[in-house]
C-alpha cells in the first residue's frame, strides 16, 4: 500500500489534500505546517493500531494505491459525544464499506455478500473486524500502518536514545540500540561504509554491555581511542542513528513508509547533502515510501524537483504546490536552470499566483 493523497480536519487546523509520491520532500516557511503534516500521519498511525483514542472531532479522507495497483479510498469522522459517526471504503469507486451512526455493511471480496454489524462508536471496523478472505482490504490498511515508522531527527541527542512518547512527537518505534543489537554483521558493515560515504571515517562500531547501561562504541581513523556514543557529536550521532534504524527496517522489517521530520537538521553542508541524498535514494531502491520535511536548501537541492511539495497556509487550511496538482510548473521550472531551492525561494510561485 501506498499513500497518494490525505485530508484532515479538526476544530482549529486543516490539511487540504497532501498529495504524495513514493519519495517526498515537504518545505514551507516557518509555521506553515510541515512538522505538523507529518503529526497527522504519525497520528493516524496510532489511532488505527489503537494508541490514540477517537475522542476529538476531526475528518480524515485517505487514498491508497494497493499491490494490485486499485485506488482504496478511506473516510472516517468522528464527533463528540457521539464518537465515529462515518466510516467508508471504496475500491476503485466501489463501495465495500459504508457505515453511518451505530451500524456498518461491508461487502465480502469473495462472494460480494453484504454483512451487517455494529461495531462500538469508539473502534474503527478494522479494528474490531478482520477477515484475511472476505475483507482482505482491511488487512492491506493494517499491514501499512504495521510496516510505518516514524523518526523526528531534529530531535536526537547523543545524551538521550529515544524521546517521551506523546502525541504530537514523532517517534522511532524502538530503541536504537535494540535496532543496533539485531544487525547482522553484514548490516553493520553497510552502516560503516554508509557513514564513510557520508564523510564520517569509522573503522568500527561496536555494542558493548556495562553494568548500568549498553553503549555503542565508535572508532574512528586517526584516532587512538574509540568513543562512545554518548560523545559524539550531534550531528554524527543523529546520522548514524537514522543509518541504524533504515537498515534494521530493511533488514528485518518490511517497511512500507517512513517519516523523517526535521531531516539533516543541525548538520553541516557536506554531510546534511550526502545523507539526504544517501536517504532519499535508499528508500527509493527499496521501495520504501519517503516523507521528509526539510528547509535546508542544499537538500532541496540534492532530491528531485518532483519530490517537493510546497505548502502553503491560509489561517487554520494548509495546501501544497506539488507535482501531481502543478506538473506544468515543475516542467517549466526545471528548464530554468535555476536550483531547487529558488523555485521555493524566489519569487517564481509568486509570478504564477500562487
Known amino acids: 500500500m501506498k499513500l497518494k493523497k490525505l485530508s484532515y ?22 509555521a506553515t505546517g510541515k512538522s505538523r503534516s507529518l503529526q497527522v500521519i504519525d497520528l493516524l498511525l496510532k489511532t488505527i493500531r489503537g494508541e ?6 476531526a475528518a480524515w479522507k485517505l487514498e491508497f494505491e494497493n499491490y494490485k495497483k486499485q485506488i482504496v ?3 472516517f469522522e468522528t464527533k463528540i459525544p457521539q464518537g465515529i459517526v462515518k466510516e467508508e471504503i471504496t475500491i476503485d469507486d ?5 457505515r453511518s451512526g451505530e451500524s456498518a455493511q461491508m461487502k465480502s471480496e469473495s462472494d460480494g455478500h453484504l454483512a451487517d454489524f455494529y461495531p462500538p462508536n469508539d473502534r474503527l471496523v478494522l479494528q474490531v473486524r478482520r477477515d484475511t478472505k472476505d475483507f482482505p482490504f482491511l488487512e492491506d490498511i493494517a499491514a501499512w500502518e504495521e510496516n510505518s515508522y516514524s523518526f523526528k531527527f531534529g530531535n536526537i541527542t547523543p545524551k538521550q536514545w529515544s524521546n517521551v512518547q506523546d502525541f504530537g512527537q514523532l517517534m522511532s518505534s524502538e530503541d536504537v540500540l535494540v535496532f543496533f543489537q539485531e544487525l547482522s554483521p553484514e548490516d553493520v558493515a553497510a552502516v560503516i561504509s554508509e557513514m564513510n560515504g557520508i564523510g564520517f571515517k569509522i573503522i568500527s562500531i561496536d555494542l558493548r554491555q556495562r553494568t548500568d547501561a549498553s553503549v555503542l562504541i565508535i572508532r574512528e581513523e586517526n584516532l587512538d581511542k574509540p568513543i562512545p556514543h554518548y560523545n559524539l557529536s550531534q550531528g554524527m550521532f543523529r546520522a548514524i542513528s537514522l543509518i541504524i534504524f533504515l537498515q534494521y527496517l530493511i533488514s528485518r522489517k518490511k517497511p512500507a513508509m517512513v517519516l523523517i521530520d526535521d531531516l539533516c537538521e543541525g548538520m553541516d553542508y557536506d554531510r546534511g547533502r550526502k545523507l539526504g541524498k544517501l536517504i532519499f ?11 521528509a520535511t526539510s528547509n535546508d536548501n542544499f537538500l532541496m537541492d540534492v532530491v528531485d524537483i518532483e519530490c517537493l511539495n510546497v505548502l502553503r497556509r491560509n489561517g487554520k487550511t494548509v495546501t501544497s504546490i506539488n507535482y501531481f496538482n502543478h506538473p506544468d510548473l ?9 536550483s531547487n531551492f529558488d523555485f521555493f525561494s524566489s519569487n517564481y510561485l509568486a509570478k504564477h499566483n500562487l
Not at 490514540?52 to 472531532?57: F, G, I, V
Not at 515543475?330 to 535555476?338: H, K, R, S
Open 9 to 30: 480536519q479538526d476544530f482549529n487546523w486543516e490539511l487540504k489534500d497532501l498529495q504524495l509520491g513514493m519519495a517526498n520532500l515537504i518545505v514551507g516557511k516557518n
Open 52 to 57: 490514540r483514542k477517537l475522542n476529538w472531532a
Open 73 to 75: 479510498q478511506y473516510n
Open 94 to 98: 466501489k463501495d465495500y464499506l459504508s
Open 281 to 291: 535514494d535508499k528508500c527509493i531502491s527499496n521501495s520504501i515510501q519517503l516523507i
Open 330 to 338: 515543475f516542467d517549466e521550472f526545471a528548464l530554468t536552470g535555476f
